[in-house]
C-alpha cells in the first residue's frame, strides 16, 4: 500500500512537504507519481518521476513550485511545494505504475497500479 502524510492548512505563500511511504512492495520497480484533486474537479497528475529518477514531469501550471523526489532505499516519495495559492487547496494523492515514461504516468491514470488515500492540504488565510 501506499500511505501519504504531511497535508495541513498552510497560509498562501507558504511551503509544504509531503510524502509518501510504500510498504509490501519495492517501490523502486515503479514509476512514482503525485497527483491532485481539487474539490468539484478532477483528479489530474502534477509530478512524476521514473524508477531511477531519470525521467520527470511536472505540468506547467505547477512548474518551478512543486518538485518529486524520491528515496528507493527508504521506499519513499516526496512532493516539495512552494508558493502554494489557494488554488493549490485539494488532496494529494500519491501513485505508482509500470509506465517507463514520467508523463505517460501522470496522464494516463490507467497506468495506475496503486492509489493511496489521500492527504488534505488546504491553502488558506
Known amino acids: 500500500r501506499l500511505e501519504e502524510s504531511g497535508g495541513r492548512v498552510v497560509q498562501p505563500g507558504g511551503s509544504l512537504r509531503l510524502s509518501c511511504i510504500a510498504s509490501?512492495?519495492?517501490?523502486?520497480?515503479?514509476?512514482v507519481g503525485w497527483f491532485r484533486q481539487a474539490p468539484g474537479a478532477e483528479r489530474e497528475g502534477i509530478a512524476c518521476?521514473?524508477?531511477?529518477?531519470?525521467?520527470?514531469f511536472v505540468p506547467d501550471f505547477v512548474l518551478d513550485r512543486f518538485f518529486i523526489s524520491r528515496d528507493n532505499g527508504k521506499n519513499a516519495a516526496y512532493l516539495q511545494m512552494k508558493n502554494l495559492t489557494p488554488g493549490d487547496t485539494g488532496t494529494y494523492y500519491c501513485?505508482?505504475?509500470?509506465?517507463?515514461?514520467?508523463?505517460?504516468?501522470?496522464?494516463?491514470?490507467?497506468?495506475?497500479?496503486?492509489w493511496g488515500k489521500g492527504t488534505l492540504v488546504d491553502v488558506s488565510s
Open positions: 509490501g512492495f519495492n517501490l523502486a520497480d515503479y514509476t
Open positions: 501513485a505508482v505504475g509500470r509506465s517507463n515514461y514520467a508523463q505517460s504516468l501522470c496522464i494516463r491514470v490507467d497506468e495506475i497500479t496503486y
Open positions: 518521476l521514473t524508477r531511477t529518477a531519470g525521467d520527470t
